[in-house]
């Protein structure tokens, strides 16, 4: 039969290799998931997470096999652990994004931990399996979003991991449970079937549930196609007159996904990964690195950081309506405010979890500020993570203006992290919930994920 792309895509699942994983993407993988594992670790502490928890223990309590992060001994069923954990990991919108824009690792991992925990004895993953198994969840999202020009902006329509970390998780739950080829493209084929939320509900609650339900749907998804369920094999070809994975997106001009040789390379291997330093939308480095320079210039200037001094504070960001919100009421929205982010960054030196406490939100001299910006949008500067900038100008009293400006901020993949300060991170994440012993075996059992016998360990 002629190979489609639908065909091409689950070929790949099915064909690809440990040996396939170079070393620069075995390496680049394993900081996400250390990281993601941290992010969902303190992510567990939150309000949303204890309401997604709560509705599964009250609703579902069958096969209780797959762990919770932060709560030693509670255990749900695989789909639900893994729903849960992904909420976790984007209750404060800490984890890792992408370019094209999305989170790749929160919609996949905790369907991965979940169902090295389901699997029998004799069936137990190791560890070079799992990482091949996420490395697939992340490929199979970078392809898909590759196929459209419109996913490279940020979104305006859906929240990308919504819909790529759907197929995302489906795949990697596939080559975990060593699907056939034509399950895995049933696989994918589910899970277009359950993928999609819209961005309307970004800054509220709602919104980590786009990745708890994407790690969840694409996990029930494969599990489906397992027992034998089927679905549209061309779903992610463009048909003419009957729209499949193309129903996402205006313009979608898919290409086969060739199978893994020797030489194949991953777009891990070309694309590194965005790690975030505070819990924010990314676009908010951009204007605390700026906010934070242009702080740097006034204390000079002024010898401390006095607000009466300024008159105007001046934003230069790109469009982008869902995160320019310039009075922030909830921790929510508070992370999607360019405005509350560059005006905290500038008042407190500093942008981290304590910044978004409701206590913090309604500071008095956080509001004066925040009353004192305008925004403006330069034609140069497009809602795009490649392409982006943010500058903060101070307008003082006295006629001076002092500009920041940021174009890279660190922890973006053309400008990574050092592995210290992304173990810094996990340390400090994970210490909310876990003793110094258990971050460190965490920290080694990552670092030496490929030559771990049985996954379900992590």
Not at 17 to 34: A, G, Q, W
Not at 186 to 203: D, E, K, V
Not at 254 to 273: G, R
Request: glycine share 6%; net charge neutral.
């Amino acid at each position: 039969p002629e190979e489609t792309v639908t065909s091409s895509f689950a070929s790949f699942i099915h064909a690809v290799r440990p040996e396939h994983l170079s070393k620069t993407v075995c390496h680049r993988s394993k900081r996400m998931i250390l990281d993601s594992i941290g992010v969902g670790l303190v992510g567990s502490t939150t309000h949303v997470f204890d309401i997604a928890l709560q509705y599964c223990r009250e609703l579902y309590s069958s096969v209780a096999v797959s762990s919770v992060y932060g709560k030693p001994g509670v255990k749900l069923s695989p789909t639900l652990a893994a729903f849960t954990n992904g909420v976790a990991t984007h209750s404060m919108d800490f984890d890792d994004t992408w370019h094209p824009a999305t989170h790749p690792s929160g919609a996949v991992l905790p369907a991965l931990l979940a169902a090295s925990q389901m699997l029998p004895p004799s069936a137990k993953p190791n560890g070079m399996d799992f990482l091949l198994a996420f490395n697939v969840g992340l490929e199979v999202q970078g392809r898909l979003m590759h196929f459209s020009t419109e996913a490279h902006n940020i979104p305006k329509r859906f929240h990308p991991p919504s819909v790529v970390g759907t197929l995302g998780s489906a795949a990697a739950t596939a080559k975990l449970l060593s699907l056939s080829t034509a399950q895995c493209a049933h696989a994918l084929g589910i899970a277009a079937s359950l993928a999609g939320a819209p961005m309307a509900n970004a800054a509220t609650q709602a919104k980590p549930l786009h990745i708890g339900n994407a790690t969840r749907l694409g996990f029930e998804a494969a599990l489906l196609a397992a027992r034998g369920m089927e679905a549209n094999p061309l779903i992610l070809d463009d048909i003419a007159g009957c729209s499949g994975f193309s129903a996402f997106y205006s313009i979608y001009q898919p290409k086969p996904l060739s199978t893994p040789s020797d030489h194949h390379e991953f777009l891990l291997e070309k694309q590194d990964i965005a790690f975030k330093r505070f819990p924010a939308h990314l676009g908010m480095h951009w204007v605390v690195d700026a906010a934070l320079s242009v702080r740097n210039l006034f204390i000079n200037y002024a010898g401390s950081f006095s607000p009466s001094l300024i008159r105007t504070i001046v934003l230069k960001i790109p469009v982008s309506k869902y995160i320019n919100r310039p009075f922030p009421s909830s921790e929510h929205q508070a992370r999607h405010s360019f405005q509350f982010n560059a005006c905290t960054a500038l008042l407190d030196g500093e942008v981290g979890l304590s910044s978004f406490t409701e206590s913090s939100i309604h500071r008095q001299e956080l509001r004066e500020l925040l009353d004192k910006v305008v925004v403006e949008h330069p034609e140069d500067n497009v809602a795009n993570f490649d392409k982006m900038y943010g500058e903060v100008a101070l307008l003082l009293h006295s006629g001076d203006v002092l500009t920041g400006k940021c174009d890279t901020f660190y922890g973006h993949w053309r400008k990574p992290l050092s592995k210290e300060s992304l173990l810094k991170k996990f340390r400090s994440n994970a210490s909310h919930v876990l003793p110094e012993e258990k971050i460190e075996t965490i920290i080694t059992m990552v670092d030496n994920l490929e030559n771990l016998s049985d996954s379900s360990q992590l």
